[in-house]
């Protein structure tokens, strides 16, 4: 599945020319429930969401839209023949990280209806921020879903491990023993298209000794 990237992207951003596995998911209800609420705003006229740009996927049946808000991202999937929210994305700042680093990182987080899971989707929309020259850093914690789909995504984009340590990062390589993976503060990363791992070093100050 794929989308264009909208030029608004790139305004978003800076750039230049097995981890811990045990989040548990909410409860359907719930997450049927917040994709209910954000679909009645989208449609919604006078609602901050109403209105929101709305990008095609190569599946008709889908669509994203998409708003920034206090340097996150929001990027939300819309079934058009179901009239429903099939999940969403958010592309969080790091409170871990510096100012310097926030530049160039964000987190995403992925929230999707079991009918609308394995469908690539969320792999979509990844892609689609990678594409565009975003670097993405792992949260403290990851779902199994999560887990597996960076590493399906490292296929095409470099994936590197981080300790993130007084609001700094430092590079620990492309593999880890299982035994090191357990702190909170170990982290995995995937570049952006346009980044080495000497030009993401000298940009968000992260150490490589």
Known sequence: MNLAIPPFWASWLYR??????????????QLEGECASIHDRIHTPGDRLHGL????????RFAIRYRSADGEFYVYVEDQL?????????FNRLIELDK??????????????PAYQRKGLASCIYRWALDAGLCL?????QS???HALWHKLAA????????????????????MAPERLDPLSTRMFLLGQGWSLGSFAAATGMRCD
């Open 16 to 29: 230049p020319v097995e981890l811990r596995i045990d989040v548990s998911p909410i409860p359907p209800q």
């Open 53 to 60: 740009p709305e990008i095609p996927l190569s599946d008709p």
């Open 82 to 90: 179901e009239h429903r929210i099939a999940g969403f994305t958010v």
């Open 100 to 113: 310097r680093a926030d530049r160039y990182i964000r987190g995403p987080h992925s929230r999707f209806d």
């Open 137 to 141: 850093v792992t949260g403290a914690r």
């Open 144 to 146: 199994p879903s999560a």
């Open 156 to 175: 095409s984009h470099r994936l590197g491990y981080v300790d993130i340590h007084n609001k700094k990062m430092h590079y620990l390589g492309e593999r």
